[in-house]
């Protein structure tokens, strides 16, 4: 009987110290590592740097800093289209061929050069946008000036209801109808009583103004060179010039042009 034990406890001991055979599983991780690995090299063996950014979603690409990349090292990039954040696979062989990418720039370009490059570029885009911005408020401002300045008008009707004159000439611009009557004389070389009548063709609102000629003057301070009309209201003044080729509306408050547009003169 003891031998027969011993017989049995041999047995187990042999079994326990069997080892299950080995399976080489290589994980999904390392299958998309190996992955972007690989399809960097072999672009970087054909001569293309570029790096993959994802182009969907709420993410979007810095345009100006893609720019200067390329601009500056060569370097282009290649939009992966759909959401990478939820494909994990996808995202990880992204992240492997850019760290690739990445390496072969230290090498090109020198080491830290693109990181150089890149924060450069980004620091420019920075302040591009907000330059946008600014110019953006600053367009916005203009025009609500201009509509309080239209609004702020009495009705021309009663200002030129009992008024003639003997000249009249139209300005046709691409949003404004100017007209230029006068009272001058064969002879005149600077006169008043020039009147402005301004129409809006985008709403409607106009302003009637009362100026004179406009001159270039000699030491003397004898009118020279003709150059058009001008009309003053408050911080405000209106310019028909004649000086270019065709005639020129510019609008003038607090030191800033608010108008400046090119028309043509029409006939009645």
Same mark, same amino acid.
């Given at each position: ?24 599983? @290589? &994980?999904? /991780? ?11 090299? !072999?672009?970087? #063996? ?87 911005? @600014? &110019?953006? /408020? ?11 300045? !239209?609004?702020? #008008? ?115």
């Amino acid at each position: 009987m003891r031998q027969l034990c011993t017989i049995i406890m041999i047995a187990l001991l042999i079994g326990c110290s069997e080892k299950e055979p080995t399976v080489n599983v @290589q &994980s999904d /991780k390392d299958l998309a590592t190996q992955q972007g690995i690989d399809e960097a090299i !072999e672009d970087i #063996q054909s001569g293309h740097l570029r790096l993959r950014i994802q182009q969907a979603g709420s993410i979007t690409p810095d345009e100006y800093w893609m720019e200067a990349i390329t601009r500056e090292l060569g370097v282009t990039f290649e939009p992966y289209i759909g959401d990478i954040i939820t494909d994990d696979h996808r995202l990880k062989v992204m992240n492997a061929y850019n760290q690739t990418m990445y390496k072969e720039f230290e090498k090109k370009f020198g080491k830290g050069r693109f990181d150089q490059i890149s924060k450069q570029a980004r620091e420019e885009s920075i302040q591009l946008r907000a330059i946008e911005e @600014q &110019s953006r /408020k600053y367009m916005k401002l203009l025009e609500n000036k201009l509509h309080q300045l !239209e609004q702020s #008008q009495p009705n021309p009707n009663t200002l030129t209801a009992t008024k003639t004159f003997r000249h009249t000439q139209k300005l046709l611009t691409p949003h404004y109808i100017v007209t230029i009557s006068d009272n001058s004389q064969e002879g005149d070389v600077a006169y008043d009583g020039v009147q402005y009548h301004g129409v809006s063709r985008t709403t409607g609102k106009s302003i009637t103004l009362m100026g004179s000629t406009y001159h270039l003057h000699d030491k003397q301070g004898t009118p020279t060179r003709f150059l058009g009309y001008r009309f003053v209201n408050g911080d405000t003044t209106y310019d028909v010039l004649e000086i270019d080729e065709r005639p020129r509306l510019i609008v003038h408050q607090n030191n800033h042009t608010i108008i400046d547009e090119h028309g043509d003169w029409v006939k009645e």
